[in-house]
């Protein structure tokens, strides 16, 4: 069973009196511990895509199983049971609360779900860690350097054993030297924890670091290859 199954997946926003077409008829289906980078230009479809794979959306028809679950059957908690506990998101601003630091930001997902507090500690500093940021914990956002804040972002989507992580232009925020130590986190946690990554870029030197690219236009899959790599 693939991890992720979308099956003629379509999406029409209502714009007023004019439909919109986002996405047409999209199948694909992605296995536990690949790592995939999705590219298009602007307006191509992939953030929409990459929406309805997050459970931020839902699509006009079609179907989108993920570990064999209909996720159209399922109502508004178990929808965001999902997200808070099998998806991990990683944004381009990084998301965090300026005035809450490193520790508090990773921990949030846990609080969310109810876990003690002591027990939330552990788990943030083992996250914090997993990301090369010990020491930091007390640091707030405008402490750290933007790539030591994508860091928290991503100890924040590790925190609670998320085998997913959704990652929209994770270093579209990002100077070059940063970008790729970004990306190298993202490689170690693919091959060594088997977290299956799904990133947006427009970049094809970041699509490079996944194991297959899938790129869309005009909210269509015109190719789905394995990257090379040499």
Do not use: W
């Amino acid at each position: 069973m693939a991890l992720i199954d979308a099956r003629e997946i379509t999406k029409v926003y209502k714009l007023g009196d004019v439909e919109v077409n986002a996405l047409y008829g999209v199948s694909l289906t992605i296995e536990r511990g690949d790592f995939v980078a999705i590219m298009g230009p602007s307006g191509s479809g992939k953030s929409t895509f990459m929406n309805i794979l997050g459970c931020l959306d839902t699509p006009t028809s079609g179907h989108y199983l993920l570990e064999g679950t209909d996720t159209a059957q399922l109502n508004r908690d178990e929808l965001a049971g999902i997200r808070n506990n099998k998806i991990g998101f990683v944004f381009q601003g990084f998301n965090l609360l300026p005035r809450t630091s490193a520790l508090e930001n990773v921990e949030l997902p846990l609080l969310y779900n109810g876990i003690p507090a002591k027990e939330r500690r552990q788990k943030a500093i083992t996250a914090i860690k997993s990301v090369g940021l010990e020491g930091r914990e007390d640091h707030h956002p405008t402490q750290l350097s933007g790539g030591q804040q994508q860091r928290v972002a991503i100890a924040r989507a590790l925190v609670n054993d998320a085998p997913i992580i959704l990652a929209d232009e994770p270093t579209g925020n990002l100077d070059t030297k940063t970008s790729s130590e970004i990306m190298e986190l993202f490689v170690k946690l693919n091959k060594e924890s088997n977290i299956t990554i799904i990133l947006i870029t427009h970049e094809s030197d970041i699509a490079a670091y996944s194991r297959r690219i899938i790129k869309f236009l005009d909210g269509c899959v015109i190719s789905d290859e394995p990257m090379r790599k040499l």
